[in-house]
């Protein structure tokens, strides 16, 4: 033995040209995230939710990331120099970790299975920013899973990763090609599933107020731009509005899913705090 | 009379070099809009707003964007190239619609006068998203006004008059370099200020529950990074978090904005239904 093993692992830090290296950084894209069944985490806070959930494959650390998060030196770690990180990463602090992770999603049956009292539908959401937060806002009201359907956002896409702030780690995500059969797989489970739209019948905090909310939920949100088509519209159960007491013509959409799960979510809290 | 109106104007269609467009560039820097008292809108719907709003001090279109818009062919508009046009616009599609606008802030005292019954209070929020966000969240939430306090982001950033897809010209915004100042004002004005924080000692649901909202109210957020201050939150009337019912460590600022403010405006129209 000539070297120490933390010393020979020193001597083979990786560059931006190291294979292993290139090949992470070909999941910035979709494509090869698709085909390889894999996508990136980057900084701490995600590669620990990663670590956690045991979706890491391989973890790239800067000499620095390592020094300043001594937690993962234990884990696979492999170093990197700060132009290779660089290279992995899309943010401009990610402090020196970037983690590849497996993909984790689960078929749509085992998703809705039980069913989770709280779920929330994305159908057709292209922005991987509002996806990301949807997703996280869902966790924080107990959603028990969210659901990518139709021409979706990939939720392993980089910014959606972020913007969930590790709740992709949390809650079982399911994706479906076609929105109206995860409409049906969800009223099949037993939920009852509101759509939610500017132009909805039902006026959320009445239906609050009329004890509409205490069922098992599955929301179904579109897109910001063009919101849910006619067909989908007129599969859920209901239409629901969130109520515009000022000006405003519309809530962005994770606005409108955070007010939407919150009170399904209190709603669902009181109905069980009755019978205790 | 050697040529028609219209085609003179045509004669003049402004250009980058323009001195009124250069003029006009400058105002996507904070310090130029600061000085002059100036900022831009961008797009139709923007543009549709501030004309409304009677904010509108230059209005600049290119041929192509009055023609989809002709609504704003009466105004004062002046006809620009489209590079003229992008050199004006932060977006890739601002239709061909420019507008600089006077900023309309208002003083603290008037924003508070009344006093509104829901306010959003932004201490030291940097993210001009998430505060365009909060802007129109409040709006539709039925907010008689939105204040920025302390080193915030500008109300007139175009991201954020972006964000707020045309609130910022519906509620009345007040500013104040002091948060702490500006919290006393919305306490002495008759104000219940409450402070949303994740480590508040007071359950959103259970003060909702327990009457507590159904008051004018003065919310007051912090930016997500760092939060409220210790002085600040000692200087509300009440320290509230958003229940956190699955494994996110939080909300982000604007979906936990939206919650506290809908879930307030729930409780005051619930309020003034009981004696109708």
Chains 1, 2 share one sequence.
């Not at 030196?73 to 602090?93: G, K, M, Q, R």
């Not at 009852?192 to 959320?204: E, I, P």
């Not at 409108?256 to 019978?275: F, I, M």
């Amino acid at each position: 033995m000539h070297s120490h093993p933390r010393e020979k692992r020193l001597d083979h830090v990786f560059t931006a040209r190291t294979p292993r290296v290139v090949a992470a950084r070909k999941l910035l894209r979709r494509r090869a995230r698709d085909e390889r069944g894999l996508f990136l985490a980057e900084g701490p806070q995600a590669v620990r939710e990663a670590v956690r959930a045991g979706a890491v494959a391989e973890l790239f650390a800067t000499a620095a990331g390592l020094a300043r998060h001594p937690e993962f030196a234990a884990t696979l770690a492999s170093l990197v120099t700060e132009d290779a990180l660089a290279a992995l990463a899309e943010t401009v602090a990610p402090q020196g970790l970037v983690a590849v992770c497996r993909q984790f999603d689960v078929p749509l049956a085992d998703a809705l299975s039980g069913p989770p009292r709280l779920v929330a539908l994305l159908a057709d959401v292209r922005d991987p920013g509002n996806a990301g937060t949807v997703l996280r806002t869902a966790d924080a009201a107990g959603a028990g899973a969210v659901v990518f359907a139709g021409d979706a956002v990939d939720p392993y896409n980089g910014k959606c990763v972020r913007a969930s702030a590790g709740s992709l780690f949390h809650v079982p995500v399911g994706r479906h090609r076609d929105p109206a059969a995860a409409v049906a797989a969800a009223r099949a489970a037993g939920l009852t599933v509101l759509a939610a739209t500017g132009y909805g019948d039902s006026d959320l905090h009445d239906l609050a107020a009329a004890g509409g909310l205490a069922r098992p939920t599955a929301w179904l949100f579109g897109a910001e731009a063009h919101g849910l088509p006619e067909g989908l519209l007129a599969a859920a159960d209901a239409r629901v509005r969130v109520p515009l007491y000022g000006r405003a013509e519309s809530l962005n959409l994770a606005a409108a899913a955070a007010v939407c799960l919150y009170t399904s979510a209190r709603a669902q809290h009181e109905a069980r705090g009755v019978g205790s």
